[in-house]
């Protein structure tokens, strides 16, 4: 079965520092790997994916994420970070289940900015 | 704005009712999907409908069940709540199944069960 850990619960950042956010995957697979992310009160917002080719993905505000598949990880990345990207951010690899493919997300990490 | 919609936004019940929970899909999306989020941790697939049929469920129990109505939006079910069933519960709409990277997700539903 497949599955995602993200071994950090809360990273805290200064306002303009670089981030990474860690993932790690399971699965038997090519896998489908996504990041979302989720503000308070707000449902999930895709920021980015994999599927095939370029290991390298960019997404949307300013995110990008590398897929190593030696390493069965799939890191988010912001050279910039910015006070308005404190959120919740979850790692989910998509696993085939009948039709579709269906997400299997990780617990999440808490990102917190300082001023 | 997504264009899924969830009712309510806040609900509280007791141990031993039951809850329907429900979501309009954004226009032109066919495929609706439930998941629950417990608190602290990531969203679990419940089921996903695509025309009013079920074809695709989590690890749920039977008292978890659902509906999708010919407009696409769809409802949640949950019989003989339990204390575990506290969490957000999340609707994400797709315009067909199998296309997760186009999952538009609602703001959900926070059932409190006590």
């Known amino acids: 079965a497949q599955s995602v850990t993200q071994p950090d619960i809360h990273i805290t950042v200064s306002e303009g520092a670089s981030l990474e956010l860690r993932c790690n995957y399971s699965y038997g697979a090519t896998p489908y790997l996504f990041w979302y992310v989720q503000s308070p009160g707000q449902g999930l917002q895709l920021l980015l994916k994999?599927?095939?080719?370029?290991?390298l993905v960019q997404g949307i505000k300013g995110f990008e994420a590398e897929f190593k598949r030696s390493q069965s990880s799939f890191n988010l990345r912001k050279p910039s970070v910015h006070w308005s990207d404190a959120a919740e951010y979850f790692c989910a690899v998509g696993a085939r289940s009948g039709g579709s493919y269906i997400p299997t997300f990780g617990r999440g990490t808490s990102l917190i900015v300082h001023p | 704005e997504t264009g899924v919609t969830q009712s309510p936004t806040h609900l509280i019940k007791t141990r031993g009712q039951q809850v329907t929970l429900r979501c309009s899909s954004q226009?032109?999306?066919?495929?609706v999907s439930w998941y629950q989020q417990a608190l602290g941790q990531g969203p679990q697939f419940i089921f996903q409908?695509?025309?009013?049929?079920?074809?695709g469920r989590g690890n749920f129990p039977p008292r978890f069940s659902g509906l999708q109505f010919p407009n696409y939006s769809s409802e949640l079910n949950v019989n003989a709540l339990e204390l575990d069933d506290s969490a957000l519960y999340l609707c994400?709409?797709?315009?067909?199944?199998?296309?997760?990277?186009?999952?538009?997700f609602g703001s959900g539903t926070q059932l409190s069960v006590l």
């Open positions: 994400a709409s797709s315009p067909v199944p199998g296309l997760t990277e186009k999952l538009f």
């Open positions: 994999y599927f095939s080719g370029d290991t």
């Open positions: 409908y695509y025309r009013e049929e079920e074809n």
């Open positions: 226009s032109g999306h066919n495929t």
